[in-house]
C-alpha cells in the first residue's frame, strides 16, 4: 500500500467515544508526508486514573482546554484523510472508536471511510511461533522498524505506517 493515512486514538476511559488523542500519519508514494497528533477533550469527560493515565500518560489537566472532538475532526483530520484508505494496528478498535466519536456528537459518518488491519495482516504473514505477539513494537521490532513511546497516538500511527508499507 502507498497512498493512506495511518491513524491511532487514545481513549480516556472505557467508553469508545472518549478520545483524548488522536494521531495521524498521511503516506503518499510509499512515504510519510504528513503527520499530526492533536488532544481532544474526551466525551464523556473523565479518566480512569490507574488505568488510562498509567498506559498513555494524558489526563485531564492535559485534555482540559483542547477542542472537541468535532473541532479537531472537521478542521483538521478529515480533509487531510479525504479519499485515503484508513490504516490501523487492530484496526477494529480505531474504527469502533471514530464510528462511537460520530455517533456521540450527531456527525454523519462517512460511508467511504475504509479500514485496513496491520494488526490482521501480520497475523496472516508472521506466525505466532515466529514472532511471539503481534503488538504493534513487537511488529515494528521484527521488521526492523524503528519504535518507541507506544500508546502515543502519533507514534502509533506512524509505526502502523511503516508496517503498513511494508505488508500491505
Not at 113 to 137: D, E, Q, V, W
Request: hydrophobic share 40%.
Amino acid at each position: 500500500m502507498q497512498n493512506f493515512a495511518a491513524i491511532d486514538f487514545e481513549t480516556a476511559n472505557g467508553r469508545r467515544s472518549s478520545i483524548c488523542s488522536v494521531g495521524l500519519v498521511v503516506v503518499s508514494g510509499g512515504e510519510i508526508v504528513r503527520r499530526v497528533q492533536r488532544l481532544v477533550r474526551p466525551t464523556p469527560n473523565y479518566y480512569y486514573r490507574y488505568f488510562t493515565e498509567q498506559i498513555h500518560g494524558i489526563s485531564d489537566a492535559d485534555t482540559h482546554d483542547a477542542p472537541l472532538f468535532p473541532e479537531v475532526w472537521e478542521r483538521e483530520v478529515a480533509p487531510l484523510i479525504e479519499g485515503l484508505p484508513l490504516v490501523a494496528h487492530n484496526a477494529a478498535f480505531d474504527e469502533s472508536v471514530l464510528k462511537a466519536a460520530h455517533e456521540a456528537y450527531g456527525m454523519n459518518y462517512p460511508a467511504s471511510y475504509r479500514f485496513y488491519c496491520t494488526l490482521r495482516a501480520a497475523r496472516k504473514m508472521f506466525p505466532k511461533s515466529l514472532i511471539g505477539n503481534h503488538r504493534l513494537p513487537t511488529v515494528c521490532e521484527y521488521l526492523g522498524i524503528p519504535f518507541d513511546r507506544h500508546h502515543d497516538a502519533l507514534a502509533d500511527a506512524e509505526g502502523c505506517a511503516r508496517i503498513a508499507v511494508k505488508i500491505l
